[in-house]
């Protein structure tokens, strides 16, 4: 299994790119928005950038959830449909099973 590139990543509304950061002055840029840009307003591809640079943060909050024993006044069962549910979401951006 191959991981994703480790955040964090940033959002850069000017030049429009995904990135990790500069190393020796240059950008890491995981992905550059300017290409689907027609398609979608600025105003939307900007909120689309701003989601996908938090990919990393949400995938580390899914897998907290997932490990959390149920708080007072959630049922088991409740529980256990949300652990189910970050353990899918975990597997399908992991590329497979979920170990929770």
Not at 4 to 13: C, K, L, S, V
Not at 55 to 81: D, R, S, Y
Request: glycine share 8%; hydrophobic share 45%.
């Amino acid at each position: 299994m191959v991981n994703h590139t480790p955040g964090p990543w940033m959002y850069d509304e000017h030049d429009w790119w995904i990135h990790v950061g500069k190393i020796d002055d240059r950008y890491t840029v995981l992905a550059d928005l300017q290409l689907c840009h027609d398609s979608k307003s600025e105003e939307e591809m900007h909120a689309n950038g701003r989601l996908m640079a938090k990919a990393p943060e949400m995938l580390a909050f899914i897998e907290l959830v997932a490990k959390l024993t149920p708080p007072t006044g959630m049922t088991a069962a409740e529980h256990g449909v949300l652990v189910r549910e970050a353990a899918r979401l975990i597997a399908e951006v992991s590329g497979g099973a979920c170990d929770i």
